[in-house]
């Protein structure tokens, strides 16, 4: 069913563990190196955003706009028409949350393939609170025509997720978490834009996470496999375009399906599942996220655990979920 | 420049021909912006017939001029002006805002080829010339190639355009060349009145910029102005451009209720006649 290599030490206390930002900062050198058209800016939070990984190798190619993320990314469709791949980086929260209109005219209107890097996002940007802790973001940009949207789920998927949208010749934005977090792939992983991958098999619930969460979820798939719900774990760090075909199909095998992602469940990633499998296959769902309400201070571990998006409070809310839901359309 | 290098009096006559398309385009589509494409039409006709370096041909001539309208709203000056070059059959003008024309209400760049960028939302432009004039000077080692935009002069309210021109001035960007249509109107009145930019030379100076205040509606002090700016090698330039609001069609000149509304039939009718007779006093012949 799936040939991805999980680490094999994903599920042990000395997990290894990096920042997704990190993993970015090294795929766009590598981007660098692979094509000279490659060129990045920066509003402002250069180091922050692990840009200057990239400034210190090319700076040639590197643009600090100052703070004005309407500008960063306007000015970044310029260089686009003039046959540049630019990747706008700032925070999220600023990048798209300041400049959508920006975003939305000069570069997904204009199909130019400007990369919009939204750094520091979800609550796990920690104590600066609910103006810095961007949650709409994947709502945001998966409602835009010509948009790809990639939620790297660690480090190294970050670093290839970097690399792809560098490529892809389309107007990308990719999400990037601020704390480290644990490894839950290897380099030998497979990553494609639009591909979800199952990670572990399953029979009674399908547990679909985006972005950091799936390591999350991995960790409820073993609570859960204690009391004996077998659940099925599929990684998908694709949000736009979703991938329908793996999504619906885990969902047949198992019907039910929670989703979890680290931002507001209402248009993000749980809405793009709800969406697809209300049309597909009417399927038994509840998401795990951003109940509709802002983030606020706190260290990232405490807010996980106060808005419930620890594994241990994520096993408990599938159990509850299962005991009240019949399996539809499973394949027997 | 498209074409055999036209003299003074062509230009004028092109700029006049340009108005009358957009009149004719603008009753057809029964909806748009009158009055600063009648303004901007002595500018359109200079950059298409005499300052670009482009070829309608060939639109994505690695070797182009880049130039795109900031103040979207003004596309059917540009539509005529890119018609009468080449880029596309005259008779596709009238096909402007209806269901499935490439001439969409506000200038898309994937739809028709010639357009370097989709504009409407003010604001964005200068940023956008900014990011292609950088890569020219920067990365690209192309001295030769040169960007220009026009904006409204309402829409100089927008902060975008201050952080471009903030960004500009940081890294002298001299290969950008700027307009501002200063037409004075805006959709709810008079630009002084919803919102002062005076003093808008002072403004653009202290950014950085070399600013030149010129009459809009002078086909020769538009291309001696842009040759100024092209032998200006340290600053990006603004040229500040003055233009009558409805230029040519005295009951449209001036008013700031002409912004955003098309002439009717009559209305048409009697523009068509005051531009012909215009055409008509056109005297001047060599530069």
Redesign the interface.
């Known amino acids: 069913m799936s040939d991805y290599l999980i680490n094999p030490n994903v599920l042990n206390d000395d997990v290894a563990q990096d920042t997704i930002r990190g993993g970015f900062g090294r795929g766009l050198k590598v981007a660098g190196e692979a094509n000279d058209n490659v060129?990045a800016l920066c509003a402002d939070l250069t180091e922050s955003v692990q840009v200057h990984i990239f400034r210190e190798a090319f700076p040639?190619?590197f643009?600090q706009?100052?703070i004005?993320e309407?500008?960063l990314v306007?000015?970044?469709?310029?260089?686009?028409?003039?046959?540049?791949i630019?990747f706008a980086a700032s925070y999220a929260a600023f990048n798209p949350g300041r400049n959508w209109?920006?975003i939305k005219?000069?570069v997904a209107?204009?199909?130019q393939p400007v990369k919009i890097v939204g750094g520091h996002a979800g609550i796990g940007v920690g104590p600066d609170g609910a103006t810095h802790q961007m949650l709409e973001d994947i709502a945001i940009m998966r409602v835009l025509p010509n948009m790809v949207v990639v939620v790297p789920g660690d480090a190294i998927e970050a670093e290839k997720a970097t690399r792809a949208i560098a490529e892809n010749g389309k107007p990308s934005y990719i999400r990037l978490a601020r704390v480290k977090t644990p490894i839950i792939s290897t380099d030998q992983s497979p990553f494609e834009i639009g591909k979800a991958y199952i990670l572990r098999e399953g029979s009674d619930v399908s547990l679909m996470g985006t972005g950091v969460m799936t390591y999350q979820l991995l960790v409820a798939a073993k609570i859960l496999a204690e009391q004996g719900i077998n659940a099925e774990v599929v990684h998908v760090p694709t949000i736009k375009p979703l991938d329908n075909d793996t999504i619906v199909a885990s969902a047949k095998r198992t019907g039910r399906v929670v989703t979890a992602e680290e931002a507001q469940i209402t248009g993000g990633f749980g809405g793009a599942v709800a969406e697809l499998l209300s049309e597909k296959l009417p399927t038994p769902l509840i998401r795990i996220g951003i109940q509709d309400r802002f983030g606020e201070s706190g260290e990232p571990a405490e807010l996980f655990d106060h808005f419930g998006l620890t594994g241990v409070h994520i096993a408990k809310k599938v159990a509850d979920f299962i005991n009240t839901s019949a399996q539809y359309h499973r394949e027997y | 420049m498209v074409g055999d290098k036209l003299t003074l009096s062509q230009l004028q006559h092109k700029a006049n021909d340009l108005r009358q398309d957009v009149i004719r385009m603008l009753e057809a589509a029964g909806s748009g912006h009158t009055a600063g494409a009648l303004g901007m039409a002595d500018i359109l006709a200079a950059l298409y017939f005499n300052i670009l370096n482009i070829d309608p041909k060939n639109p994505d001539w690695s070797e182009r001029d880049i130039f795109f309208l900031s103040n979207g709203h003004t596309v059917p000056i540009q539509y005529a002006a890119m018609a009468e070059a080449g880029f596309f059959d005259k008779s596709e003008l009238m096909t402007l805002r209806k269901l499935g024309s490439r001439l969409q209400g506000h200038p898309e760049r994937t739809m028709l080829p010639g357009l370097e960028t989709t504009s409407g939302p003010l604001g964005s432009g200068l940023s956008q010339a900014a990011g292609a004039a950088y890569a020219f000077q920067y990365l690209d080692n192309q001295k030769h190639r040169f960007v220009y935009t026009i904006m409204g002069d309402g829409e100089l309210d927008e902060g975008n355009v201050w952080e471009a021109a903030m960004f500009a001035g940081k890294y002298k960007l001299s290969q950008l060349i700027a307009f501002v249509d200063r037409n004075n109107i805006q959709i709810d009145g008079n630009t002084e009145d919803v919102m002062p930019l005076e003093n808008l030379r002072g403004k653009w100076e202290s950014f950085g910029w070399y600013v030149m205040d010129i009459d809009g509606n002078n086909i020769e002090s538009i291309i001696d102005a842009v040759n100024t700016a092209k032998a200006i090698t340290n600053r990006p330039c603004m040229i500040i451009a003055h233009t009558v609001p409805g230029k040519g069609v005295d009951f449209i000149e001036y008013d700031y209720k002409w912004h955003g509304v098309p002439p009717n039939a009559d209305q048409a009718k009697s523009a068509i006649e005051k531009l012909q007779a215009n055409d008509d006093q056109i005297t001047s012949g060599e530069f």
């Open positions: 060129v040639d190619r643009i706009t100052g004005a309407q500008n306007a000015v970044a469709s310029g260089l686009a028409l003039a046959g540049k630019p209109e920006q005219t000069t209107i204009n199909d």
